[in-house]
């Protein structure tokens, strides 16, 4: 929940965003859903969820946008 709770702010009305845990668990199973990799505002291949203004480590994390 940590991590959804942080990535919320990033994800654009109307989408689901996944992290790379999830993915996987969609991928072992069949489905119509497809997911596609985000870039990080950075352009980097990871989103830096950590509370802003907090003094703990980065927290970086994969995100995948689902589509059917």
């Known amino acids: ?3 959804a709770a942080r990535v919320e702010p990033f994800v654009e009305p109307g ?3 996944a ?3 999830f993915r996987e668990q969609l ?3 069949p489905s119509l859903w497809r997911t ?3 870039d990080a505002p ?3 291949d990871a989103f830096n969820v950590k509370k802003p203004g907090s003094a703990e480590s980065d ?3 994969r995100l995948y946008r689902l589509e059917l």
């Open 42 to 44: 950075d352009g980097g």
């Open 36 to 38: 596609m990799k985000l």
């Open 15 to 17: 989408q689901i965003w």
């Open 59 to 61: 927290l970086l994390v």
């Open 19 to 21: 992290s790379d845990e």
């Open 27 to 29: 991928r072992q199973r």
């Open 1 to 3: 929940m940590l991590c």
